[in-house]
């Protein structure tokens, strides 16, 4: 997941980088307003952490911007500031969760996975272990960096979530790649392409196991 995060505190900022890389996000960070800014309107993020005390364009400037623009990425915002006052005008404008600083990591981290969950649908995102899978975009991570996937290592990773624990057999793999592409799959490449995408899924927190005989099964594996 790629996020923005705007925060003009270098030791905080740096705090927050490190654990949500963690936590498998891609972290841009915007020391300041006028950046931050820029950035909202230009490029495309999966979710926004916003501090609204942010120099040069104040962070409630920023998010108002934002939303004028037409972003409809779920915003998060960050404040010293707990009064009812700034959360309604943060709500009001554009804001989809409010955060009050001093906060704890695995709070915010909640929030930012809930604040995605309700963005996207369900059923086209799917987070396990260090591994995010995007099926509308057909996008893979492991721990926030890309991985590139091949169509069949693609449509192997699916069959394997699809029947994660349990034991998917070569046959169900070779008739999920025919039926994608036409093409009629030999089952004596399965493990080439079951290589390849273990060395891909390497620390991800899942391991492909071989059934001899029988097939595949994807579990959690490490700490």
Known sequence: MNVLLAEDDVLLADVLQQELSRASFRVEWADNGAVADYLLRKQDYDIAILDLGLPLVD??????????????????VLTAQDGLEQRLAGLNAGAD??????????ELEARLQALLRRSRPAAQLLQLRRLTLDRAQRRASVAG?????????????????????????????V??????????????????????????LEGSGLAIRTARGVGYLLETAGP
């Open 59 to 76: 962070g409630l400037t920023v998010l108002k911007r934002a939303r004028e623009a037409g972003r409809t990425l779920p915003i998060l």
């Open 145 to 173: 960096q890309p991985v590139d996937l091949s169509p069949r290592e693609w449509l192997l990773l699916e069959a394997l979530l699809a029947g994660r624990d349990q034991v998917v057999s070569k046959a169900a793999i």
């Open 175 to 200: 008739q999920a790649w025919s039926a994608a592409d036409g093409d009629e799959a030999a089952a004596g490449s399965i493990e080439v392409y079951i290589h390849r995408l273990r060395r891909k």
């Open 97 to 106: 969760d409010y955060v009050i600083k001093p906060f704890d990591m695995p």
